[in-house]
Every structure is written in structure tokens, then in C-alpha cells.
């Protein structure tokens, strides 16, 4: 898969995980688990990328006598989620288009 098209899908993927209440890494790799492998490396690369744009902030509590950081989506986050929703569209067409085998219009 092309490498810009993977990261975007995977930035997606990440603010979805934390679309509906605060998370912190190990839960969202949990979380993602049934739907796609994510390695720690590339989740924390991902989200420093995500709250550079933006798209997450993140705060730092204590459990269970350790810090732990918690990522929260931003109103830009959400705008992201939605723009990847009407894009969809888009590639499936574009999915569709490719694997048509053998149809000629006529």
C-alpha cells in the first residue's frame, strides 16, 4: 500500500480510537487490535504527528503511581473523521473502478 495513503488511514484510525472518550497508548493499541496491527513505535509516531496538527491534545495523570499520558481529540480531529468519511466515497469508486474485470460498456 502506498506509504502516504497508509498513514493517512492509520491518523484516522487513531482519532477514531479516541473519537468518544479520552485514551492513552496501550488501550488504544488494544482498542485498534481487532481491526488492524499497530506497533507502539508507529502509534507514538502517529500521535506526536496528530498533536502537532492539532488534531489531539494530550494531558498527563498518575495510575497507579505512574504517569500516564491521555490523548484527547480536538474539534480539528473531528473535522479530520469527517472529511475522511466523505472521502470514502471517493476511494471506494476508485476500488470499484479497479478491480472491474472483463466489463465492457457496450
Known amino acids: ?9 492509520l491518523d484516522v484510525c487513531v482519532l477514531a480510537a ?6 492513552y497508548g ?3 493499541i488494544k482498542d485498534m487490535k481487532p481491526y488492524i496491527e499497530l506497533s507502539e513505535s508507529t ?3 502517529i500521535l506526536k504527528r496528530l498533536e502537532l ?3 489531539l491534545t494530550v494531558r498527563t495523570a498518575e495510575h497507579d503511581g505512574r504517569l500516564r499520558k491521555y490523548y484527547h481529540i480536538t474539534d480539528a480531529g473531528k ?3 469527517d472529511e475522511f468519511k466523505d472521502e470514502w466515497n471517493e476511494i471506494m469508486s ?12 457496450v
Do not use: C
Request: glycine share 6%.
Open 94 to 105: 476508485i476500488y470499484q473502478f479497479v478491480i472491474k474485470e472483463g466489463q465492457q460498456d
Open 43 to 45: 502509534l507514538y509516531t
Open 1 to 9: 500500500m502506498d506509504v502516504q495513503l497508509k498513514r493517512g488511514l
Open 26 to 28: 496501550y488501550k488504544i
Open 53 to 55: 496538527a492539532e488534531m
Open 79 to 81: 473535522k479530520r473523521i
Open 18 to 23: 479516541i473519537r468518544n472518550e479520552d485514551s
